[in-house]
Nanobody
Framework: QVQLVESGGGLVQAGGSLRLSCAAS????????MGWYRQAPGKQRELVAS???????NYVDSVKGRFTISRDGAKNTVYLRMNSLKPEDTAVYYC????????????WGQGTQVTVSS
């Protein structure tokens, strides 16, 4: 079955950095767009960043210049490097896989908490 396992969340002071990882199994990794979403208390889940199988990236405006998404096909892993963290980045971060082309399916990880203290 498909599994997306996130790691790397935690507590960090404002201005600090974290790197989230999401290890995927059970999918053809290169045929899935990988994304990171986040959900803060009382707010809707939002797309933070995504990267296609071909390496094209997309970011929400609030993280541009601070966050970097990348993927390693040899390890079936997607990363989110988060620099210059702000208290408003505090949320549960979820890994997402979405099939491209003939590959269907949307999959979610269990989420990892990121807390940024001021």
């Amino acid at each position: 079955q498909v599994q997306l396992v996130e790691s790397g969340g935690g507590l960090v002071q404002a201005g600090g950095s974290l790197r989230l990882s999401c290890a995927a199994s059970g999918i053809i990794f290169s045929r899935h767009t990988m994304g990171w979403y986040r959900q803060a208390p009382g707010k809707q889940r939002e797309l933070v960043a995504s990267i296609t199988g071909g390496g094209s990236t997309n970011y929400v405006d609030s993280v541009k210049g601070r966050f970097t998404i990348s993927r390693d096909g040899a390890k079936n892993t997607v990363y989110l490097r988060m620099n210059s963290l702000k208290p408003e980045d505090t949320a549960v971060y979820y890994c997402n896989a979405r099939g491209e082309g003939l590959f269907r399916g949307v999959y979610w990880g269990q989420g990892t908490q990121v807390t940024v203290s001021s």
